[in-house]
């Protein structure tokens, strides 16, 4: 099996290609904008195909895909925090990229495409959790717009190409290669600076609540989606569970044993105040999930920045 990553070197991509390369037979190739910051990483062999491209500038994306049978989407240019500030833009970036990129995945013959949608954006604020995927989807801000809108182009490039596909709405992951910068990610960002006994930041009250998955349960999920049969197309991938970030917080001290330094500043509008998903679906297809207690996995985080950062 040819398969390609698309955003290789994220946080998610790292672990997607690393627990692919594991398994011999597949031929890999791995695609970003920028591999500087990830030297230390362990994908790197001969047999991998590690390529330098600015995807949504590039117009050569015929010649990348030519051969591959799976095709991993996992870019996005903007995140869900600052989504709103420059909304032509980054729908041109996201959107206009998403179509181009089925445009040559028809042409080339592509068996399916694996697409990394959000759980915690597309559903919005009108719901009660836990939420499933026939639920309504009306996102309050930009980022979960562009990602409904890819899900909506893949729905319309399989009716009219028959191009097969899989959509991953996933909620919060965490763990090892994610960037403790405070962009994306409460749970690494918050362990980050628990061990470093720098100040931790929070918007609003500490009440907001998200589903929180360690990244080798998510990416075991995402695998076994992208190379499913089934004739489902959609999964909600999580825990299935709600913590809020004062829970969070305290689950940190706890684990870790050491007490936290938090500032509460104004929350933002962004943030929807409760978001966790129902993973019935997945595991009725896949078998239970049994991913690990957020316990476990900040501890698995800590040590590997305590390994890593040389903390």
Same mark, same amino acid.
């Not at 068996?111 to 559903?123: A, M």
């Not at 639920?135 to 909506?152: A, F």
């Given at each position: 099996m040819k398969i390609i990553i698309l955003g290789a070197?994220?946080?998610?991509?790292?672990?997607?290609?690393?627990?692919?390369?594991?398994?011999?037979? !597949?031929?890999?190739?791995?695609?970003?904008?920028?591999? !500087?910051?990830? $030297?230390?990483?362990?994908?790197?062999?001969?047999?991998?195909?590690?390529?330098?491209?600015?995807?949504?500038?590039?117009t050569g994306l015929n010649e990348l895909l030519k051969g591959q049978d799976i095709v991993y989407h996992l870019i996005s240019t903007t995140v869900p925090t600052t989504s709103n500030y420059h909304i032509p833009q980054e729908i041109s970036d996201n959107v206009e990229f998403t179509s181009r990129l089925l445009e040559a995945c028809?042409?080339?013959?592509?068996?399916?495409?694996?697409?990394?949608?959000?759980?915690?954006?597309?559903?919005?604020?009108?719901?009660?959790?836990?939420?499933?995927?026939?639920?309504?989807?009306?996102?309050?801000?930009?980022?979960?717009?562009?990602?409904?809108? $890819?899900?909506?182009?893949? /729905?319309?490039y399989h009716y009219m190409y028959g191009l097969d596909y899989r959509i991953i709405r996933l909620s919060n992951p965490f763990g090892p290669y994610q960037r403790p910068n405070g962009i994306l990610g409460a749970v690494t960002t918050f362990t980050y600076k628990a061990l470093?006994?720098?100040?931790?930041?929070?918007?609003?009250?500490?009440?907001?609540v998200r589903d929180y998955i360690y990244i080798d349960d998510a990416i075991k999920a995402i695998i076994n989606i992208g190379n499913s049969e089934?004739?489902?197309?959609? /999964? $909600?991938?999580?825990?299935?569970?709600?913590?809020?970030?004062n829970q969070l917080l305290n689950l940190i001290e706890e684990t870790l044993g050491i007490m936290l330094k938090v500032r509460y500043v104004q929350g933002r509008p962004v943030d929807v105040p409760v978001n966790y998903l129902d993973i019935s679906k997945y595991e009725s297809h896949f078998g239970k999930l049994n991913p690990i207690s957020l316990q476990e996995g900040i501890k698995k985080t800590a040590d590997f920045m305590k390994r890593e950062y040389l903390l």
């Open positions: 070197a994220g946080f998610i991509g790292t672990n997607l290609a690393n627990r692919i390369s594991s398994v011999h037979g !597949d031929v890999l190739t791995l695609v970003d904008k920028d591999w !500087d910051e990830r $030297n230390k990483l362990h994908i790197f062999s001969k047999e991998i195909d590690k390529r330098q491209i600015n995807l949504v500038k590039e028809v042409t080339c013959g592509v068996k399916r495409v694996v697409f990394l949608s959000s759980g915690g954006t597309v559903y919005g604020s009108d719901h009660l959790c836990p939420l499933k995927e026939g639920m309504e989807t009306n996102p309050i801000n930009s980022y979960g717009v562009q990602k409904v809108m $890819n899900e909506k182009l893949l /729905y319309l470093k006994g720098e100040e931790i930041l929070v918007y609003g009250d500490g009440s907001v089934e004739s489902e197309r959609l /999964y $909600n991938v999580g825990r299935g569970v709600g913590t809020s970030i």
